[in-house]
Each structure stands twice: as C-alpha cells, then as structure tokens.
C-alpha cells in the first residue's frame, strides 16, 4: 500500500509571509520520506471541520503549480476539484499544464462540488445537486476527448465546445490519471466504472466494504476489469507525536489492504513541524509497501 499526503490546511505559526516557503519544506519532505502523492483541496474558503471559513486557504491549481516546481516526483492533484468552479475546457487545459510542467505527474481529481456557502459567496455556480452530478460527467467526458486525438465539437446538456483543442497534449499517456471522489452507490461509483483510473471513499467508513462491492458490480455492468481501478480512502495519517501511534496505524492499513485497497491519503497533525512525516517515512512507509 501507498501513503500520500493531503494538505488542507495553510494556517501555520509563522503567518502567510511564509507559507510558500513552509510549504515547500512539506511537500519536499513528503517526496523525501516515500509518499506518492500531495494533495491540496479544491475549496476557496476553510471547510467547517478543520477551522472556520476566514482561516487561510490556496486557490487548488496555483498551489499546485508552485508544487511542481519545488518537486521531482511526486504526483500532484486536487483533492478533489468542484466541477462547477471552472468550465470543463479550461480544467482540461489546466490539468493539461500542471502535467507538462510536472513532466507527467499530473492526476485530475474531480466530484460533484458540495460547499454552497463558499460558492455563494464567490459568485461560483453552484446549481441543483443533479445538475452538478450531470456536469460532472460531462466534464469527465470532455477531458477525455480533449486528451485524445479528437479536436471535434462536444454538445452536451450543459456544455457546448466549438473545437476541443488540447496543445501540447498532457506528457501523460494515454492521459493524466483521473480519481472522482465519493461514494454514491447510483451516480458516482458508477461514474469511477466508467470513466476513472481511482476511486476515494473514507478510511473509516463503516461500509467500506460494501461500497467497494457496489464498485465491483458497476465494473460488471459496463465491462470494466475491476483490478485496474486504484482504490484509494482517505483519513488521518498520524503517528503520534513520537511515534506511539505507529501500531494502530499499522493495523488499520493493514485492514484497508485486506479489502483491495491500494493507497491511503491523509492529513497528518502538525505536519509544518516535519517530524510526523519523518516517522511516517521511517516506521509506517516501509511496512506498508508489504501490505
């Protein structure tokens, strides 16, 4: 099993004067210590759960670009993009560039958007939650066709593209890696069937083992080979302060792995001090590369 890092939250010690330069010493620590992956979310103000709305947070695709040029070979996404904040074809074309720039490291991490009152309060489109989940696979099959050969139109319910011109195409072939997150057992995991190379569903969700079943069966429906689908959760990557959590960790990887799943992404407490990554790298990284 994978570790990758989810960073969700910018409100450090030493202020926003520093936090390019505090981030670059995580994500360089991340790639150092084996993780696979660094994530940032797609969201414009704090969600409720980490801090309030006035905390500081990064527009998704600028942090991930500063990523790319402070890294070697970690993969970068957004954990996961609102489909609704940006029109299709430019999502391609920015997902195209953080790929180029990245020299293939790209993924494109994508859901139905849910956060209203940040939308609301941006002036973002935030329709009805069928309408999001309907531009969310024509989104998905707009960047397909822009990463493919075909520059043809795209006439959709809600998306109309004279011309889907992708150039230079994504170094990543035969295009970058897409993860839809959630768990909707009609829309979304059908959806992953479809269209994905990753699925994401919550480390402790008491239904895990179902919602992966559901995955399997819409694999069966449309002639997808389960196998090449990532199963990835997400949840709290924390070692303890001096690494007296790293058991309980290891258990609880171990039991996602027994399920088929294949990478855990998480946030870890107190990452801006380095030292949870560091353990993470020297007690719970090795093991679970054997999982």
């Not at 969201?43 to 947070?57: A, F, R, S, Y």
């Not at 209203?116 to 002036?123: I, K, N, V």
């Not at 969700?205 to 179902?210: F, G, R, T």
Request: aromatic share 6%.
């Amino acid at each position: 099993m994978e570790l990758g890092l989810h960073v969700p939250n910018f409100t450090w010690p030493d202020g926003p004067r520093r936090i390019a330069r505090d981030l670059t010493r995580i994500a360089v620590a991340a790639e150092d210590v084996g993780m696979t992956k660094i994530s940032v979310m797609d969201h414009v103000w704090q969600i409720g759960h980490i801090g309030p709305p006035e905390n500081d947070m990064l527009e998704a695709y600028t942090a991930l670009g500063y990523l790319a040029a402070r890294t070697t070979k970690i993969e970068l996404l957004a954990w996961v993009t609102a489909v609704v904040y940006r029109e299709p074809g430019l999502l391609a074309k920015a997902v195209t560039t953080l790929d180029v720039l990245s020299e293939g490291r790209a993924w494109l991490g994508i859901g139905a958007a849910w956060n209203e009152p940040e939308a609301r309060g941006l002036g973002l489109p935030f329709p009805s939650t069928k309408e999001r989940f309907e531009r969310l696979e024509e989104a998905l099959q707009i960047c397909l066709q822009m990463w493919s050969e075909s520059d043809a139109p795209y006439q959709g319910t809600h998306y109309q593209l004279e011309r889907t011109l992708n150039s230079p195409q994504p170094i990543s072939r035969p295009h970058p890696p897409i993860l839809i997150g959630g768990g909707g057992e009609k829309k979304t995991l059908r959806m992953v069937a479809q269209y994905a190379q990753a699925c994401n569903l919550f480390a402790a969700a008491p239904d895990l083992e179902h919602k992966l079943e559901v995955l399997r069966g819409h694999c069966a429906d449309v002639g997808r080979d389960y196998d090449e689908i990532e199963k990835t959760v997400m949840g709290s990557l924390d070692p303890g302060k001096d690494g007296e959590k790293v058991e309980e960790l290891l258990e609880q990887l171990r039991g996602l792995a027994a399920l088929g799943v294949t990478h855990f992404h998480g946030q870890v407490p107190d990452v801006q001090t380095i030292r949870p990554l560091e353990i993470l790298g020297e007690q719970v990284i090795p093991e679970a590369l054997k999982f």
